[in-house]
């Protein structure tokens, strides 16, 4: 490599660096959205979930009651694997 080129190399990495220091408190979340994150909260204060197929909006704790009575099956020995899904695009 020439003289010129690790110039342009480590002055383009030193401009990205900079400006992501920059733009870092910009874009961070402050601590107490993310105390709030950590701390769990109860069901009864979620807002309704769109669920969409015709189910319309539906209460966070009607679906987790629905979830702990009907855990997913663990696959049998010898099932086909559930096919995986894949965007399906141009």
Excluded at 29 to 57: C, K, N, Y
């Amino acid at each position: 490599m020439d003289r010129n080129s690790i110039i342009f190399c480590v002055g383009s990495l030193v401009v990205c660096l900079g400006l992501a220091w920059v733009a870092f408190p910009y874009a961070a979340l402050d601590p107490e959205t993310i105390e709030m994150a950590r701390t769990p909260q109860p069901p009864e204060l979620m807002p309704m979930i769109d669920v969409g197929q015709g189910f319309g909006e539906l209460p966070a704790e009607e679906l987790i009651y629905y979830y702990v009575e009907n855990p997913p099956a663990p696959p049998q020995a010898g099932a086909a694997a559930a096919p995986e899904i894949k965007f399906g695009g141009c």
